[in-house]
């Protein structure tokens, strides 16, 4: 069994930056690919970055690209979300995800084929 926890979300002024990080426990966490999704209040989860096993691969979703980087310390069971240059519709709940599906080619956005998902942190960002 999986767990996750994240942490690092805050309330932060438009334009500034957070570090978001998701700690992994059990299983084998340096093989499996990792996301990062959000849920506003009212709307759907949706992708926001997601890595795969090595760290060598990322996948952004176009309204964080060039904005939020994602990356991972397999050393630590770790996977964070920088996120910069942040803007009031960033305010969401920020969820880190496990995919565990070794044969899986690339990295997927669709959040049912993620395993294990974390308890969510809050990031608000003001205007």
């Known amino acids: 069994q999986v767990q996750l926890v994240e942490s690092g979300g805050g309330l932060v002024k438009a334009g500034g930056s957070l570090r978001l990080s998701c700690a992994a426990s059990g299983g084998s966490f340096r093989s499996y690919a990792m996301g990062w999704f959000r849920q506003a209040p009212g709307k759907e989860r949706d992708f926001v970055a997601a890595i795969n096993w090595s760290g060598d691969i990322t996948r952004f979703a176009d309204s964080v690209k060039g904005r939020f980087t994602v990356s991972r310390d397999n050393a630590k069971n770790t996977v964070y979300l920088q996120m910069n240059s942040l803007k009031s519709e960033d305010t969401a709940v920020y969820y880190c995800?496990?995919?565990?599906?070794?044969?899986?080619?690339?990295?997927?956005?669709?959040?049912?084929?993620?395993?294990?998902w974390g308890q969510g942190t809050q990031v608000t960002v003001s205007s």
């Open positions: 995800a496990a995919d565990v599906v070794r044969t899986r080619v690339g990295l997927t956005i669709n959040g049912a084929e993620y395993d294990y």
